[in-house]
Every structure is written in structure tokens, then in C-alpha cells.
Nanobody, 115 residues
Framework: QVQVVESGGGLVQAGGSLRLSCAASGTNYPIKAMGWYRQAPGNQRELVATIISGGSTNYADSVRGRFTISRGGALNTMYLQMNNLKPEDTAVYYC?????????WGQGTQVTVSS
């Protein structure tokens, strides 16, 4: 069973930076697709960024140029570097990994950006 754990959330002022980490355990095989979603209160969960084998990335328009998704050196680890944060980035951020046609989710980490 794959388990996904996020870390790195917190409170930051507008214009600041945070780096989120994600680690998927429970498999010795590379997870080809990983990514981040976020959900703000009263809103639907929305895609933030994805990364697949080979390093191809995709970003939501709202974060492109400010956020960077990358793979870690250890197997099935991933980061989301968030720069120039805005109050509208406040949300719970969820990491996921896709393995054998199943998507595994983390519990989420809160990011709060104060104005």
C-alpha cells in the first residue's frame, strides 16, 4: 500500500516563500506521475502542478512563474517551491502519486499567506 505524506506548510507573509515536500512510501518502484492540488475553504480542489517521469511539468496559470515542482533525489520524493506567495494561495495543499492506475493522496498541509 502506497502512503503519501506532505510537509512544509505554514504561515507566511505575502511575497514570501515556502517549500513543500512530499514522500511516497510502500513501493520500491518509481511512481511516474506525482503532483499537487490545493483546496481553499468553500472552493473545489484545484490542480497546482504535476510532474511525470522524464521531468515534464505542468502548472496552473495562477501559479506559473511563481511555483516550481521538482523531483527529489530519493525515490518517490517531490518538492513544490512556492515564491512570491499571495493571500489567494492560502489553502490546504495535497500531494498525490499515481501507481498502477490508482491515485494515492496525502492528508494535506496548510499554507496560509497573510496580507
Amino acid at each position: 500500500q502506497v502512503q503519501v505524506v506532505e510537509s512544509g506548510g505554514g504561515l507566511v507573509q505575502a511575497g514570501g516563500s515556502l517549500r513543500l515536500s512530499c514522500a511516497a512510501s510502500g513501493t520500491n518502484y518509481p511512481i511516474k506521475a506525482m503532483g499537487w492540488y490545493r483546496q481553499a475553504p468553500g472552493n473545489q480542489r484545484e490542480l497546482v502542478a504535476t510532474i511525470i517521469s522524464g521531468g515534464s511539468t505542468n502548472y496552473a496559470d495562477s501559479v506559473r512563474g511563481r511555483f516550481t515542482i521538482s523531483r527529489g533525489g530519493a525515490l518517490n520524493t517531490m518538492y513544490l517551491q512556492m515564491n512570491n506567495l499571495k493571500p489567494e494561495d492560502t489553502a490546504v495543499y495535497y500531494c498525490y502519486g499515481d501507481r498502477l492506475s490508482q491515485r494515492y493522496w496525502g492528508q494535506g498541509t496548510q499554507v496560509t499567506v497573510s496580507s
